[in-house]
């Protein structure tokens, strides 16, 4: 009888986590468009040199690709455009490029932790730490194994209990693994990016 017990733990434990994961995924998808609406708003206040240097980004994007029904490979080819919105640099770009340039004045904000009102995270720091978990989310999901550079901060049950997950109504988060806990951590952040961003551009 305790076998089925154990069994029914591990069950519910997982389906928290592919809830939660599930979760996590939308809300990151929100979050990308909420920093690449910043990040295009922010274009026309950016300096020269810093337009100069995300052009010279964009042409080093130029690559081959196989055309299959030649066959031959052939060069991309990138336009030179005076209103450039740079849609095809990613999220995991656009961030790591203003990590060192701090120009996007709509990124240079910090979120206090919930658990020490005397923290603070960066937004940058964790946006890096979100495009993480996104990753291992969408490559290991066999094997979860996540580390303090995935990780903004990492709730207890209680905080985490505080916030409303409309998908686990119905369940006891007592019964999250480390794992899931992480994710729901870093959903509990990345709503309070978002609001921030979206406060920022409306």
């Known amino acids: 009888m305790s ?8 069950t519910i434990s997982l ?3 592919s809830l939660l994961i599930y979760d996590f995924l939308k809300s990151y998808n929100l979050f990308e468009k909420y920093v690449r609406n910043a990040f295009e708003a922010s274009l026309p206040a950016l300096s020269a040199s810093t ?3 995300m052009y010279f980004l964009l042409g080093g994007r130029i690559g081959t ?9 052939k060069l991309t080819s990138i336009s030179y455009k005076d209103d450039e919105q740079f849609k095809n640099f990613s999220v995991n770009q656009i961030i790591r490029l ?5 120009c996007v004045e709509a990124f240079e904000f910090e ?3 919930l658990q020490r009102p005397r923290t603070s ?7 890096i730490k979100l495009i993480n978990m996104r990753n291992k989310l969408a ?12 990780l903004i901060e990492l709730l207890s049950l209680d905080n985490i209990r505080k916030e409303p997950f409309e998908l686990l109504q119905n369940y006891d988060i007592g019964n999250l693994d480390d794992s899931t806990k992480y994710i729901a951590s870093n959903i509990i952040y990345m709503r309070r990016l978002i609001q921030h961003l979206e406060e920022i551009i409306s």
């Open 3 to 10: 076998s089925i017990k154990a069994a029914s733990r591990e």
């Open 15 to 17: 389906q928290l986590k």
């Open 51 to 53: 337009m100069q240097q």
């Open 65 to 73: 690709y196989i055309e299959y029904q030649g066959p031959c490979i």
């Open 98 to 102: 203003f990590k060192v340039s701090h």
């Open 111 to 113: 979120i206090v932790s």
């Open 121 to 127: 995270y960066p937004f940058i720091d964790c946006a």
């Open 139 to 150: 490559h290991e999901l066999e094997e979860l194994h996540f580390k303090d550079s995935d």
